[in-house]
């Protein structure tokens, strides 16, 4: 069974704060990627990575980066956290030896910020 | 990326059958076309995917017309714990391809 675990479901922080928000799949996936969801706007692509440190933008790259140091690992960082990036953010892993193309969730991360 | 379109919401009483329909009128060869459920609190699970005609599983039946600039994805006698946002999303199985999701379609089973 996939998992994908996220470090933390709820986080307040405050404004101006370095925020990690940490990922970690088990079952060997090549790709990762990291998805912000708000009320009326679905689910939106932040970053996504193919392999050990490759990364490249989504759709709503501005204020955040990424990690991608192990396979297993990735990490979303908020430099400067603002009132702004307060969402549900969410992770999730897909294999390219299957190549499906599905996408398998981490349960989410709750992050407000003050 | 193919743009998909579905309903806001639908409303449906237990045991009746739910039909989304999801209509992606710029869809590619290459394309397929996948649903995600996605319970409150959680993260989306993977449904359904298909390609063309009709695919069917233990949870759900997908029906995609001869031109696949639609899809319906059919949940037979829904139950309250059915009651979910569904997300229709298309594009190519191409390792990595990354997905765009819309809003999705907001099911109410009601007792």
């Known amino acids: 069974d996939v998992k994908v675990t996220q470090s933390s479901r709820y986080l307040v922080k405050r404004t101006g704060e370095k925020v990690f928000l940490e990922c970690v799949q088990d079952?060997?996936?090549?790709?990762m990627f990291w998805y912000r969801q708000d009320p009326g706007l679905g689910l939106r692509l932040i970053y996504f990575?193919?392999?050990?440190?490759?990364?490249e933008k989504g759709d709503i790259p501005e204020g955040y980066s990424v990690s991608r140091e192990k396979k297993e690992r990735f990490s979303l960082i908020l430099e400067s956290a603002s009132t702004n990036q307060t969402s549900m953010y969410l992770c999730?892993?897909?294999?390219?030896?299957?190549?499906?193309?599905?996408?398998?969730f981490g349960e989410g991360s709750r992050l407000t910020v003050l | 990326l193919a743009k998909t379109t579905q309903p806001i919401s639908m409303d449906s009483y237990e045991g009746q059958e739910v039909n989304i329909t999801c209509s992606h009128n710029?869809?590619?060869?290459?394309?397929?076309i996948t649903w995600y459920q996605q319970f409150p609190s959680q993260g989306p699970r993977f449904i359904i995917q298909?390609?063309?005609t009709k695919v069917t599983n233990e949870v759900a039946s997908l029906f995609i017309p001869a031109d696949r600039k639609s899809s319906t994805l059919s949940l037979p006698r829904v139950s309250l714990s059915d009651t979910a946002v569904y997300y229709c999303?298309?594009?190519?199985?191409?390792?990595?391809?990354?997905?765009?999701f819309g809003g999705g379609t907001r099911v109410l089973v009601k007792p």
């Open positions: 999730a892993s897909s294999s390219n030896v299957l190549n499906t193309g599905e996408l398998f």
């Open positions: 079952m060997d996936h090549e790709n």
């Open positions: 990575s193919y392999d050990v440190k490759m990364k």
């Open positions: 710029n869809i590619a060869t290459n394309d397929y």
């Open positions: 298909g390609y063309k």
């Open positions: 999303l298309v594009g190519d199985k191409a390792a990595g391809n990354k997905l765009t």
